[in-house]
């Protein structure tokens, strides 16, 4: 059974859950904590290049799954926080490394120049691997008031989820369909769940893990967590196309420019829509048996889908 946790719980009773007021104040601790992790060291240049990515913004989406899913097991926000940074962290190793001119080649993100742009390519390498290097140590040395082998549970699957058993692997397959725009459903949904849905999927256990959550739960949220990790991966591939490159702070139209296998190049833009309310609908199934603590990532899972950025 799963213990609801203060918070929790009394955002899940009250009337009338606001999701933006939710996401802006989870947000705001996220920015905090992740000011906080990363403090400006010697060679002062790398750890420049390291925040200026780390701080530039973002939904932080990551961190405040990995926070609502503690809760909702029974956790504390203070338990996760690092183990929330750290995913943030990897996050944006990953975006760095996707606007290098080998892989996206892009010039914005998060409606910044990249850090390529900035820094040169050979820093911007290197604040990606400093990111992730620091992401797995600041899990193994920060986190508080959790039995280690919960701990050592999480970093085992931080190292999975970015490996070539996930990110990586997708990012490889997502290089390799540029040009093929004829790929199956079967694959693209299979890179969608590697290069995106595995940190997602991570970011939701990895709080339950924390928490103690029970091997049900854990699997419980799993289900809710890829479902929502694909319908990401799909609606950012519709806004590619629907939205501005105001919107969203990166240039918009790219996949279509680089010729990328997407789900709106197969379904079009209102069959992978629906696809994406599908999963999402399935997801937030899911969490039936968890009541009104489980507001939080329901509306969550509806924001994956109605997210302008
Ligand atoms: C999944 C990772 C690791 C980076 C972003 O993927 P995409 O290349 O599909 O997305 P944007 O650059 O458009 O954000
Ligand atoms: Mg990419
Ligand atoms: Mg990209």
């Known amino acids: 059974m799963v213990t609801t946790g203060e918070q929790a719980r009394k955002i899940g009773q009250a009337e009338t859950f606001s999701l933006a007021s939710y996401l802006q104040e989870r947000a705001a601790i996220v920015e905090e904590a992740l000011d906080r992790s990363l403090p400006i060291g010697d060679p002062a240049k790398i750890y420049e290049a390291m925040r200026y990515s780390l701080l530039a913004g973002g939904k932080r989406l990551r961190p405040i799954l990995c926070l609502a899913s503690c809760e909702l097991s029974g956790g ?12 943030e962290m990897i996050h944006t190793m990953s975006l760095i490394h996707d606007d290098l001119p080998a892989m996206d080649n892009d010039d914005y993100r998060r409606g ?3 850090n390529h742009k900035v820094f040169g390519e050979d820093i911007a390498i290197l604040a990606g691997d400093g990111l992730l290097a620091y ?3 600041y899990v193994a040395t920060r986190t508080r008031g959790v039995p280690p082998l919960q701990i050592i549970d999480v970093l085992a699957r931080l190292g999975r989820t ?10 490889v397959l997502d290089l390799e369909s540029e040009g093929k725009p004829d790929i199956s459903a079967e694959t693209l949904s299979f890179i969608h769940t590697l290069k995106t849905g595995a940190l997602l999927e991570t970011s939701v256990v990895s709080g339950a893990i924390l928490a103690g959550a029970s091997p049900e739960d854990i699997d419980r949220l ?13 609606v950012d591939d519709v806004l590619d196309i629907t939205a501005t490159t ?14 990328k296998a997407t789900y709106p190049s197969l379904w079009g833009i209102e069959g992978s829509m629906s696809r994406a309310r599908e999963l999402v609908e399935e997801a937030i199934e899911r969490l039936s048996v968890y009541g009104p603590a489980a507001e939080p990532l329901r509306a969550i899972a509806r924001y994956i889908v109605s997210r302008k950025n």
């Open 162 to 171: 970015v490996g070539a058993a996930g990110l990586v692997g997708g990012q």
């Open 112 to 114: 910044k120049l990249t």
């Open 76 to 87: 504390s926000i203070e338990m996760a926080l690092p183990t929330a940074c750290a995913l």
């Open 246 to 259: 105001e919107e969203l702070g990166k240039t918009a139209g790219k996949d279509l420019q680089a010729q």
């Open 135 to 137: 992401a797995f140590e």
């Open 222 to 234: 799993t289900r809710y967590a890829k479902n929502i990790g694909l319908a990401f991966q799909i």
